[in-house]
């Protein structure tokens, strides 16, 4: 069984950056697939960004490309996202999920498997 903790969450104020990081443990660990969901109160649960195995295939939601960046460290069983030019709808709880198997085409949050207990974004106007 797959653990994944979250960090790097907090307030910030509108054009700023934060960092998120994910740190996984447990097993089965090997060529997972990897993404980062939100939540943001009375919404659900929507994806952000994902990234295969290798790290060479990366998906973004539309409302973040181009100032989200997903990056993972297999050697190390992290997982990150770069949050440039945040904006107020950016707020959310953030969290880290894994599928069982490399496929990072996946968008709706039912087909991941594991999941961590989410670190609190919130981007103030």
């Known amino acids: 069984h797959v653990q994944l903790v979250e960090s790097g969450g907090g307030l910030v104020q509108a054009g700023d950056s934060l960092r998120l990081s994910c740190v996984a443990s447990g097993r089965p660990w090997g060529s997972n697939s990897m993404a980062w969901f939100r939540e943001a109160p009375g919404k659900e649960r929507e994806f952000v960004a994902s990234i295969g195995w290798s790290g060479g295939t990366k998906y973004y939601a539309t409302s973040v490309k181009g100032r989200f960046t997903i990056s993972r460290d297999n050697a190390k069983k992290t997982l990150a996202l770069q949050m440039n030019s945040l904006k107020p709808e950016d707020t959310a709880v953030y969290y880290c999920?894994?599928?069982?198997?490399?496929?990072?085409?996946?968008?709706?949050?039912?087909?991941?498997?594991?999941w961590g207990q989410g670190t609190q974004v919130t981007v103030s106007s």
């Open positions: 999920s894994a599928r069982a198997d490399d496929v990072p085409t996946m968008e709706y949050y039912k087909y991941y498997d594991y």
